[in-house]
Each structure stands twice: as C-alpha cells, then as structure tokens.
C-alpha cells in the first residue's frame, strides 16, 4: 500500500475511515508513527478545578490575578503511549512550533512522524509542513474533542490547581515533574489517550 505525505485539500472527519486503515498493517505500524499534538498555555492566574469540603461549608481559594505566561507543547503516540515535551517557550508561534517538531524528530529519527493537531493559524506555516519526516494533517474545525492531548492537559493543569504560586518558575517545575512521571509510565499514558475511535479506525484489539 502507498503512503502519500501530502496533506488532503478537505480534510473531514469521514476522511479518518481510509486514513488510519493504512495502519492496520504491523509493519506500517513500525515504520509510521501517529502524533497527536498542541499547545497548553500556563501562568500565575490561579487555575481553579472542584475541591471537596466539608458539607455546609463554603470552598475557600486562593485566588492570584498576574499574567506571566509560558507555554508547554506536548504531542502524544495512543498507539503505544509514547510522549515528546518542550516546556517553557514564551509564545506559541510558528517558530517555536518548528523547534517542537524538531525536538519530536529527534527523538524519533528512524519513523516517518505523522502529526494531527488542530487549525491554529501557525500550524499552516510553510516551515512546519516543509519539514523531512514530518506530516502533518489537521483536525476537522471545532474537533478540538477528538485530539486526546486535550485530555492530557487536563491531568496537567491538576499539578498546579487551586494554588497561589511564587512565580512562574516554579509553575514550571510542577509540570515539568509531572510530565516526567507520565513520561515513565506508557501504560498510564495510553490509558488515557488511546480513545475508543482509534481503536477501531487502527483495527486494533486490546487484548
């Protein structure tokens, strides 16, 4: 079967059916390697989530208005629960962006690296879908649910939840730590990201 990296014109969600069957092959899976990937940003505004307490009371937090911001990228692989980070970046542009990739070929030289994220404006440069080993396809819009890094964050943002923080350096270690230990742990990984859908588009049982 041939692969073509040139991204579809139209891409929509029904597209996803001949997509992935092209790596039902165990073979294809080894030499492709599916990505999903996008952009988290964080900062000392306080990140509020539900807390338990006491019946009858009310839930006091803290609260901190300052904007200093960082970003995190993070791309997930749901197939085997593999995961590529770049943390601390003071925008999320098209230049970071390509230095992202580039981490992610770094790391994985040796497969054709197939990325699926959303439409950002900066995820169309030029640069990025020029780049060698990478192919990049995007989301259908306002299909933000179907990117399972979304649900990634989400475990992110609990690190650093319901707090008051010195400063952004220390944001930053909390989630570095974290995705440290999600780093390590692919089964917990997988867990989370490897979705119901993809199961059945990769033709895949769990056994």
């Known amino acids: 079967m041939k692969w073509s990296i040139n991204k579809p014109k139209h891409f929509k969600l029904k597209d996803y059916d001949n997509y992935y069957k092209q790596f039902t092959n165990p073979k294809i899976l080894k030499k492709y390697k599916i990505w999903f990937a996008d952009e988290m940003r964080f900062g000392l505004m306080t990140n509020e989530k539900r807390s338990w307490n006491k019946v009858g009371e009310r839930t006091r937090l803290p609260n901190q208005m300052e904007y200093a911001n960082r970003y995190l990228y993070s791309a997930v692989s749901p197939v085997d629960g593999d995961s590529v980070h770049v943390i601390g970046f003071s925008d999320a542009n098209a230049q970071t962006t390509d230095l992202f990739l580039d981490e992610i070929n770094k790391e994985f030289p040796d497969t054709l690296n197939i990325i699926i994220w959303d439409n950002a ?3 169309k440069s030029k640069i990025l ?7 990049i396809l995007t989301l259908p819009s306002y299909g ?33 730590d974290e995705v440290l230990i999600w780093i390590n742990d692919k089964d917990r990984t997988k867990g989370l990201i ?3 859908y993809m199961k059945k588009q990769l033709n895949i049982i769990d056994s």
């Open 129 to 135: 879908h020029s780049k060698e080993n990478i192919s």
């Open 144 to 176: 933000q649910e179907l990117n399972p890094t979304e649900r990634f964050f989400g475990e992110m943002r609990k690190a650093t939840a319901n707090k008051i923080h010195k400063d952004i350096n220390t944001i930053e270690k909390l989630l570095n």
């Open 121 to 123: 404006p900066f995820h």
């Open 194 to 196: 490897f979705w119901d």
